[in-house]
C-alpha cells in the first residue's frame, strides 16, 4: 500500500483571565500584550505555565497536491 501525504495544520487556543492596573482597557492591553510577547520569545519558556487549563486544538488534515 502506497503511503501518502498529508498537511495537518493544528491551532492551539489559550484562554485565561488575567487582573491587571492600569489606567484605560487600551493600555492595559498592550500591557499584557508586551509581556506575553516578551515571554514567548524566550526559547526555554514554557507557554503551559502561563494558563490555569490546557489548550483546546483544532486541527485539519488536507491532502497535498503531487502533481509535479
Known amino acids: 500500500m502506497k503511503r501518502k501525504n498529508y ?7 489559550f484562554e485565561t483571565a488575567m487582573n491587571h492596573e492600569q489606567t484605560s482597557m487600551e493600555k492595559a ?3 499584557v500584550d508586551r509581556v506575553l510577547t516578551n515571554y514567548l ?10 494558563f ?6 483544532i486541527y485539519k488534515v488536507e491532502k497535498i497536491n503531487e502533481e509535479l
Open 7 to 13: 498537511k495537518v495544520r493544528v491551532k492551539l487556543i
Open 52 to 57: 490555569n487549563e490546557p489548550p483546546h486544538i
Open 29 to 31: 492591553k498592550a500591557d
Open 41 to 50: 520569545k524566550g526559547k526555554k519558556m514554557n507557554v503551559l505555565n502561563l
